[in-house]
């Protein structure tokens, strides 16, 4: 305890002094005591400078109290894009020979035929695996204008009249085809003019 105001001396002052960080040493950590050492010899070395220490001492927060966050991308409410075509409208090309002409024909129909209309071949093994190497059918394969379907190997099209069978087939119109309302059927031996004046949709509000 300090002297009273009237008896406190200059010896009474540097013994209270000294009790008081002798104390405060006392409470001290090594941590600190290690700074306070290297503080001194900094203030020795450098003359009059300040030089101040930070210690850090890590500290978990109290996550209780912190608001829980959410993050919604709309993953489940988002849809695909709108296909631009016609799921009614479907030309069919059925051939199971390896032709030279698969390729051009199927292009060209695609640039006469208006451009809503999807395409569809059915072919052999070999046959698809032919047309599948050009790089136009295979872009026109990925943005959904054309499917590339097998002959199922129960089914035979070698002929006019086994094709002509096999366009008679119910499960032809019921599963490959569904829900298409419209059906263009051409071969390898058809042709659309690609200069009339004409469309093919023009002739779809006909019944025969």
Request: net charge neutral.
């Amino acid at each position: 305890m300090a002297p009273a105001a009237g008896d406190f001396t200059l010896d009474d002052a540097w013994e209270y002094v000294k009790t008081t960080v002798l104390a405060g040493w006392s409470k001290t950590t090594r941590r600190m005591r290690a700074a306070a050492a290297v503080s001194r010899n900094y203030y020795a070395n450098n003359g009059p400078s300040i030089l101040t220490f930070t210690l850090l001492r890590p500290s978990i927060p109290d996550t209780s109290s912190l608001p829980s966050i959410s993050i919604d991308y709309g993953s489940n409410t988002m849809t695909a894009p709108a296909s631009p075509y016609n799921v009614s409208k479907v030309a069919l090309l059925i051939e199971n020979r390896v032709n030279p002409i698969l390729g051009p024909l199927m292009l060209h129909f695609m640039s006469v035929v208006p451009p809503d209309w999807r395409f569809r071949f059915m072919g052999s093994l070999e046959s698809v695996e032919f047309l599948n190497q050009s790089r136009a059918i295979r872009n026109h394969v990925a943005s959904g204008k054309l499917d590339l379907t097998y002959i199922p190997s129960n089914m035979s099209t070698g002929s006019q009249e086994e094709i002509s069978r096999f366009l008679t087939n119910l499960w032809l119109y019921e599963v490959v085809l569904q829900p298409a309302e419209w059906l263009l059927v051409f071969q390898t031996d058809s042709m659309l003019c690609a200069n009339s004046r004409q469309s093919l949709n023009n002739w779809l509000d006909y019944d025969w």
